[in-house]
């Protein structure tokens, strides 16, 4: 069962994954309001915010793993070295 404080942290993370995700919506559409209505426009700026929602969802991903306690030698399906 997860800790108090790994269920605040996850809360947190998700918060600020949320509210890049509004942040990176708001900077697409002024992108859009003060640029050519084109098609060539159109795939530049959603090219933008494609590459942002990727690494926004990376970072996502990379601060869950941080604060969820995992056993990293099964997570990752490797045995424990063994001792010589």
């Known amino acids: 069962m997860p800790s108090p404080s790994t269920d605040s942290e996850t809360t947190a993370i998700e918060d600020a994954y949320k509210a890049e995700i509004q942040e990176l919506f708001k900077i697409l559409v ?3 309001i003060g640029a050519r209505n084109s098609h060539e426009t159109d795939q530049q700026c959603l090219s933008r915010f494609t590459a942002g929602l ?28 063994k001792a010589r």
């Open 30 to 32: 002024k992108n859009l």
């Open 54 to 81: 990727n690494v926004t969802q990376r970072a996502r991903q990379l601060a869950l793993s941080a604060a969820t306690p995992v056993v990293r030698t099964a997570a990752l399906g490797r045995k424990k070295p």
